[in-house]
């Protein structure tokens, strides 16, 4: 279906209509309700909490990197995230985007760990010390292509693009094909307070794959539970928790991902719960592209040049130290030592060579 009809029929399932006559619902007008919504997410600002774990991928080599540049860290991690569309100012280019995530610094304050900001006209992406490795500067990019591969690392976006073919960013980023529903058929109902929620299935057996889907009738348009069997087992399960509203625009408040990892896929299990959802005005581009942090080296491709902003090493160094033992879930380390304190050690131990000297020479004396 072409996507210019689908959105022209998506103004009808607004109305009363629908409401009054849920059994003509089809997978066309679901699809087309869920492609609707999208587009309300241009000009929207959300901040969420966010944990999440990572294993590695079976098939993945050991020096694998992800798409800032820095090594797949495995294990618990926790973060607060602000998540930023903005549509762009001719209305029909690519909207403007802002992913920023932070970790608390030893000092009990909020580090940014990594972001990636379009601004229509290039990129941006950092990462807080290359991966949170001790003694490595952070790095930065900047490209004239948008980092798409960067946006796809927040799963957050992930449900708020979630349609019938799984999470798409292209439906509202306007970067790729149009959602396709021809494979899929409503397997039946069921409610939730007071809201029909219509259950969807999709069966490709040539490649033994199976979609389970639950989505909320008008005027939600929401993907609340997204199921992905492979071979009889299960592979990856999307679900959102909790629907909220702001200015009419409904959006998914809190969820949770689980995905096993196989061949050269992650294993990710993901929970979210947003905190405030609010609209952004023409005033918001002021300042999309972020100030470089200090101690950032930064590949410019569009000038072709390197960018250092210095930092000093010491106070650098504690914050990557902190980020790493939290994001691997370890302790912090009760017995570093500092270079005073081996000043220290050290003429004790030279104190006490004296003194076994000296000893040993009034023995030896003595007994002479």
Not at 13 to 27: E, I, N, R, S, Y
Not at 125 to 153: D, H, P, Q, Y
Not at 226 to 252: C, M, N
């Amino acid at each position: 279906m072409c996507k210019a009809i689908v959105f022209l029929s998506a103004s009808l399932f607004f109305g009363t209509a629908l409401a009054a006559a849920p059994a003509d619902v089809t997978v066309e007008m679901l699809q087309a309700g869920i492609e609707a919504r999208l587009s309300t997410y241009r000009n929207m600002e959300f901040e969420y909490t966010a944990t999440e774990t990572i294993q590695r991928a079976p098939d993945a080599s050991a020096d694998v990197h992800d798409a800032f540049g820095g090594p797949v860290v495995e294990g618990l991690q926790k973060s607060t995230n602000t998540f930023k569309i903005l549509g762009a100012q001719d209305g029909k280019s690519r909207p403007w985007r802002s992913w920023k995530r932070y970790a608390q610094s030893s000092r009990g304050d909020r580090v940014l760990e990594r972001y990636a900001v379009f601004d229509g006209a290039q990129s941006r992406r950092f990462l807080f010390g290359n991966g949170a490795v001790e003694g490595k500067w952070n790095s930065g990019l900047i490209s004239a292509e948008e980092l798409t591969v960067c946006f796809a690392r927040n799963p957050f976006q992930s449900f708020l693009c979630l349609g019938l073919t799984g999470p798409d960013p292209e439906s509202i980023f306007g970067i790729g094909r149009v959602l396709t529903a021809d494979e899929f058929a409503i397997a039946g109902e069921t409610d939730a307070n007071g809201l029909t929620i219509w259950k969807l299935s999709r069966i490709l057996p040539e490649v033994d794959v199976k979609y389970e889907l639950e989505v909320s009738d008008a005027p939600e348009f929401i993907v609340r539970r997204y199921d992905v069997e492979y071979q009889g087992r299960q592979l990856a399960a999307y679900e959102t928790t909790q629907v909220k509203t702001v200015d009419g625009v409904f959006y998914p408040a809190a969820g949770r991902l689980w995905r096993l990892p196989h061949g050269y896929a992650e294993g990710h299990k993901y929970e979210f719960e947003v905190v405030s959802a609010t609209r952004l005005t023409e005033t918001d581009r002021d300042g999309w592209l972020p100030e470089w942090p200090a101690g950032t080296i930064v590949v410019d491709t569009i000038r072709n040049e390197n960018i250092t902003i210095a930092r000093e090493v010491k106070e650098y160094s504690e914050d990557v130290l902190h980020i790493k033992r939290e994001s691997l879930g370890n302790p912090p380390n009760q017995y570093s030592f500092s270079w005073r304190s081996i000043l220290l050690l050290s003429a004790n131990v030279v104190a006490i060579v004296v003194l076994l000297a000296l000893y040993f020479r009034r023995y030896r004396m003595r007994r002479a």
